[in-house]
């Protein structure tokens, strides 16, 4: 099939025709130093656009815009940076279709999951402009006659955004639409193999911000890790960083912010497991792992990379899981009826390939798939078979989050071996049980239970909604972004203590009389 026609579209649809810079900072950088980057297409292999990114020169006049804009925009009050951001939620609505096209092409997610990424930046969006009325601090009583104590949250000034492929719009807008009304100015350095999509967005983004006179907060700058993602977390400039990535690139980040005291939020690799009962919903929850493990292709954080099952119903879960194996579509994400798309390029199907030679090598017998697969008509994308690996034990390979739809099954005999199989993984992101008993649903909510900053019951690792803090613990990173007080992250907290009195009376009975 030739996505040419549909390439055409989108660009001419959202006037991307004519924008090769991938460098916006009060307007779009017409010839950006850095390298030229192309935007290929998952699905077929072939070119959507060519980039040109930014270098260091580029980041110096990136920063000193953001700068500026910040000055400006701490004047505003939060409802008045609320309004910013209800405006852009309406300006997303309309471009949902289109925005959504460009997230399918340029990462090969199907058409619903592409909409559905648009879709979350608008859920953020709403989010936004009613925590835009509520940046509420504690009150304390004071222990001095006629004082007053409470605290504050104040912007911290520039933040930057690291932002990884598989959610290539919506991680920005978890951060951004937040910081913004937090009164922080944000640069983003989006994935180099999601490029196209963040100028699409910045297109759709700026054009509010110009049309209705704000400063010019949202600034982007394309370019590799290793060297503007670098400059970024070095720089004390940028007050916090947020980055969203692969473990062993987090923890890049982390050390260099930290070197410099600067904040972070770390949100890195998940390898989440669903633990699944004798007293489960049994077609609740082979649909629930379907879409765990598949969905995405497998490229989700949050996705179910393994199942721990009751050697009760082992046999029977096994058995119909590779039949659901055996049905699912694999092809091009955008026609209808396909779950399962292509994975984001020819690395990703080599990692996919040599994991399962490993875990072969461990022990592992492959149930479902296995091989990379080829999809008529489209022979240049990347796409593999989702693949099911019965696993004897807890082995190196199955400690590794393979970014890819691999899921290891594991048996278990009682519910403590299956929470130590769950949490003996050094990842901490997402977690689910499925079960009908009452006793097991709440051991595996216990201190005992699972580890993971989420933990799902009778539902998939997957598939988080934007109103609950969204973060892992262990080498996730602990960080937490979108919704509850993940927004407290962006500011910078200050104590505040009044006298109001005539006297100055000292905490802890303290006198010194002059
Ligand atoms: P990646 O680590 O390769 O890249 C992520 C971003 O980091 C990119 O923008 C990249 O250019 C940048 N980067 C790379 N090295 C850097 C460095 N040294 N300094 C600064 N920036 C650097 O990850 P990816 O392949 O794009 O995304 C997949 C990974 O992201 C998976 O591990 C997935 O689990 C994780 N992820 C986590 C979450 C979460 O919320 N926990 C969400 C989405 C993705």
Request: charged fraction near 25%.
């Amino acid at each position: 099939m030739d996505l040419s026609n549909l390439r055409g579209e989108i660009l001419k649809e959202l006037n991307l025709s004519s924008i090769n810079s991938g460098i916006y900072a009060s307007g779009w950088v017409k010839k950006p130093s850095g390298k030229i980057v192309q935007s290929i297409s998952p699905i077929d292999g072939k070119k959507i656009a060519t980039i040109l990114t930014g270098s260091k020169k580029d980041y110096e006049l990136v920063i000193q815009k953001s700068e500026k804009a910040f000055q400006q925009w701490v004047t505003f009050t939060p409802p008045q940076r609320g309004e910013l951001i209800r405006l852009i939620g309406n300006e997303l609505r309309d471009h949902k279709k289109n925005l959504g096209k460009i997230v399918s092409l340029e990462t090969g997610k199907t058409t619903v999951e592409g909409e559905g990424e648009i879709q979350e930046m608008i859920d953020i969006a709403d989010f936004a402009v009613g925590l835009s009325r509520q940046l509420h601090g504690l009150q304390m009583a004071s222990e001095r006659f006629e004082h007053r104590m409470y605290e504050q949250y104040l912007p911290l000034g520039v933040i930057g955004v690291i932002s990884s492929f598989n959610f290539p719009s919506s991680v920005w807008s978890w951060n951004s639409f937040i910081a913004a009304v937090v009164g922080d100015a944000v640069i983003w350095k989006p994935s180099s193999k999601a490029t196209l999509t963040a100028i699409a967005v910045m297109k759709i983004i700026t054009k509010v911000v110009k049309e209705n006179n704000y400063p010019e907060i949202f600034t982007l700058l394309t370019g590799s890790g290793s060297e503007i993602g670098n400059l970024m977390s070095a720089d004390p400039r940028v007050k916090l960083v947020s980055f969203t990535g692969s473990v062993k690139s987090g923890r890049v980040v982390s050390e260099t912010v930290a070197r410099r005291f600067g904040k972070t939020i770390l949100e890195l690799g998940g390898n989440n497991g669903s633990i699944v009962s004798s007293k489960a919903n049994l077609s609740l929850s082979l649909k629930g792992v379907a879409f765990g493990a598949m969905a995405t292709a497998g490229q989700r954080c949050t996705t179910t990379r393994r199942i721990i099952v009751d050697e009760k119903i082992y046999k029977e879960f096994v058995t119909k899981l590779k039949d659901i194996y055996s049905k699912v579509k694999v092809g091009n994400p955008r026609e209808n009826g396909v779950l399962v798309g292509p994975l984001i390029d020819g690395e990703a199907v080599k990692n996919f390939t040599s994991s399962i030679q490993k875990a072969k090598r461990e022990g592992g017998k492959v149930l479902a798939g296995g091989k990379p697969a080829s999809v008529k008509g489209l022979e240049g994308g990347f796409y593999v078979q989702p693949t099911v690996i019965e696993m004897p034990r807890v082995t190196p390979i199955t400690c590794e989050e393979t970014f890819a739809p691999i899921l290891y099954v594991f048996k278990y005999k009682t519910l403590d071996e299956a929470i130590r199989i769950h949490n003996s993984v050094p990842q901490g992101l997402s977690s689910s049980i499925y079960t009908t008993d009452l006793t097991e649903e709440e051991k595996f909510l216990s201190a005992l239970g699972s580890d993971c900053g989420l933990a799902n019951v009778n539902t998939a690792t997957a598939g988080a909604e934007i109103g609950g803090a969204f973060g892992g613990e262990k080498d996730t990173g602990g960080g937490r972004e979108s919704g509850s007080d993940a927004w407290k992250s962006y500011a910078r907290r200050q104590t505040v203590t009044i006298n109001w009195g005539k006297d100055i009376p000292l905490a802890q009975g303290v006198k010194f009389d002059v």
